[in-house]
């Protein structure tokens, strides 16, 4: 059984600091990492994928792969009150195009 | 990335009768799921629509609950079948496009069972 754990939260954060969203995962072939973000009442919207060990940035976003501790990671520099949503990470294997996902994180940015 | 319509967005039916959700992607895609998600909770996928042949699904779903059809690589069918309170949740269509294993998701039917 393929598991991918998150702390459901809510993370609280102020405005202009870093959240710190935290994934851990229990299939070593695990190849594949996004992360999702999900604002109440809408589908779920691809920000960030990740398939190498290390930092991968895009804008305000990085996401931080380790794969010998089966942890994935999601930092948010300067959040701001529109950052907040469930955050939902998703792992997939080599041998399978279906990504299991987490139960996600509530992040609150408040102002 | 697929832009993904569906329809209906929300719907409020009656206990018994049965209701096909539509899913349209706006370009060509290797795979399409479909997912349903209950308020505060994650996605569970009920199965994977393959074009041509019988849809596979997950644990705890069946074909006769849930009919599926993909006719084609740009659209699918869910037909949630002779409903009961129990099925109210929000039904999400996704697709993955040819770069390897990203989803992108359809804006969801919101289903509502009396």
């Known amino acids: 059984q393929k598991e991918v754990e998150q702390n459901s939260g809510p993370l609280s954060v102020p405005e202009g600091a870093i959240a710190s969203l935290n994934c851990t995962y229990s299939?070593?072939?695990?190849?594949?990492f996004f992360w999702y973000r999900q604002y109440s009442g809408k589908s779920p919207e691809l920000i960030m994928f990740i398939y190498s060990n290390g930092d991968k940035e895009d804008g305000r976003f990085t996401a931080q792969l380790n794969k010998a501790s089966q942890y994935v990671s999601l930092l948010i520099r300067d959040s701001q009150p529109s950052d907040s949503a469930t955050y939902l990470c998703?792992?997939?294997?080599?041998?399978?195009?279906?990504?299991?996902f987490g139960r996600g994180t509530s992040l609150i940015v408040h102002p | 990335s697929a832009v993904i319509s569906q329809k209906p967005s929300r719907d409020i039916c009656q206990r018994g009768t049965s209701l096909t959700i539509q899913c349209q992607v706006d370009?060509?895609?290797?795979?399409m799921f479909w997912y349903r998600q209950q308020p505060g909770q994650s996605l569970t996928l009920i199965a994977t629509?393959?074009?041509?042949?019988?849809?596979?699904?997950e644990s705890g779903f069946v074909i006769d609950k849930f009919p599926i059809s993909r006719p084609n690589l740009t659209f699918s069918t869910l037909t949630v079948s002779n409903m009961s309170p129990e099925d109210s949740s929000i039904y999400l269509c996704?697709?993955?496009?040819?770069?390897?294993?990203?989803?992108?998701f359809g804006p969801g039917t919101r289903l509502t069972v009396l």
């Open positions: 998703a792992v997939s294997d080599r041998g399978s195009y279906i990504p299991t």
């Open positions: 629509a393959n074009q041509g042949s019988e849809a596979t699904y």
């Open positions: 370009s060509q895609v290797t795979m």
């Open positions: 299939d070593r072939g695990s190849q594949s």
């Open positions: 996704s697709a993955e496009t040819l770069r390897a294993n990203e989803q992108f």
